[in-house]
């Protein structure tokens, strides 16, 4: 079986690709620190692995991740004083977005999908996209984003079970239960649990302010109850994302209604 991977191909494959309407995929993700149990690179693991699974359902190559992001902020991702993150000013980001988004377009895809999986990327991610492919230019390409891995993928009864009533939120939930959960699931070779630890910040208010306080983030780097993570919860986690992206895509880019596959009802 051909690899999705673009890096894998042929200019000739690559070519055929284009041609026949696939789908390219580029992920983003960011280099952030992730606790002192998960690596680096957690959410362009996450970006890559969320654009593999999406090509194993439609005819898809996966562009090479851009594995640097946004610069982390204290809130919601620890903030860019842990050793190890390298983040990108934003219009650094923005133009590296959208040059690559407009080199898959002079390539001649016409369905193009920016898949971020980093809180900090987001609406930075749709600008790069949107200068890419100004909408009152020429040309039926078109350029779906997603800004977000864990945000309106992850079904409610799924949520339910795993955080009960406990439920922290998606900006506070860095580094815990969800992204530990599934990189157990993906790449559990790549997971401490042995170092993993709960925290929570002193103070999580609804403003920010530069320099951010130390309150504001926590001394671990996890944001929540990551101890309570597991492979079970990861597995699941992966299903709902992988179904929820993969549905996304399929309606907005290949049309699903217009689409003569059987099985699924409803
Ligand atoms: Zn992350």
Redesign the pocket.
């Known amino acids: 079986m051909t690899s999705p991977m673009l890096a894998d191909l042929t200019w000739m494959e690559a070519r055929d690709a284009a041609e026949r309407g696939a789908c390219a995929i580029l992920p983003v993700g ?1 280099f ?1 620190q ?1 606790g002192p149990h998960l690596p680096l690179l ?2 362009a693991i ?1 970006a890559t692995e969320a654009a593999r699974a999406i090509a194993e359902t439609l005819d898809a190559v996966v562009a090479p991740t851009l594995s640097y992001g946004c610069r982390s902020k204290a809130l919601t ?1 620890g903030g860019p004083h842990f050793p190890g993150g390298i983040g990108l000013e934003p219009a650094v980001f923005m133009q590296l977005v959208e040059n690559v988004v407009r080199e898959l377009l002079r390539q001649g895809f016409e369905r193009i999908l920016v898949l971020s ?2 809180w900090e990327n987001r609406h930075f991610v749709y600008e790069g996209a949107y200068q890419a492919r100004q909408p009152d230019t020429e040309g039926s390409a078109r350029v779906m984003v997603i800004e977000s891995c864990f945000g309106n993928t992850i079904r409610q009864e799924t949520l339910d079970a795993i955080f009960g009533d406990e439920w922290p939120g998606l900006a506070r939930e ?2 815990a239960i969800i ?1 530990t959960s599934v990189l157990l699931h993906l790449r559990p070779e790549l997971v401490h649990m042995d170092r993993v630890v709960d925290d929570e910040q002193a103070r999580f208010p609804w403003w920010d302010v530069i320099p951010p306080p130390p309150e504001f983030s926590t001394r671990s780097g996890v944001m929540w109850k990551a101890t309570q993570a597991s492979e079970e919860t990861g597995r699941r986690l992966w299903a709902d994302i992988v179904a929820a992206m993969t549905a996304a895509v399929d309606e907005e880019l290949f049309g699903a209604a217009q689409s003569t596959g059987g099985g699924s009802g409803d």
Do not use: L, N
Request: net charge negative.
């Open positions: 960011a952030e992730h957690t959410d996450f991702g999986c980093h860095h580094a992204e």
